[in-house]
């Protein structure tokens, strides 16, 4: 049975359309709005809180790079001033972006939790989701 948008809760993995998430406990992800390549979610935890906005199709972010992308982490773009907030974006090296939107100046603990955060893009199957959204035509 599918869950809904206020049970995604840790501790699970998440897999979002972009971003994958090992939740730890008192984290949880509400979805917000999806489309064909990609979906948004609020992300909430101990850190605080974002507005995750994930791509499976996508190009590079824009902005400086902090680091660049391996085979097993994303690359993390630095810190920028955008209308709702302030972002930071990632980078899987191919198609796979997410951008995190956080209301004021992002944290070391913002960031650590960032730096946890995993890409997929589209016609890849993550392994040992939980927790998921998906796209479904209606």
Known sequence: MPALATELEGPARFCGYAPIIDLLPGEKVTTLEGGIHSGSFRW???????????????????????TPPTADKPAIFAQQRVKNGYEVAIWNGAHATAYFVSQSRMRASQMAAIKRVRLFEEGQEPSA??????????
């Open 44 to 66: 909430e935890g101990p850190f605080g809180s974002f507005e995750v906005q994930g791509i499976g199709w996508a190009s590079p972010a824009k902005g400086r790079m902090l």
């Open 129 to 138: 989701c939980k927790l998921r959204t998906i796209f479904v035509w209606e």
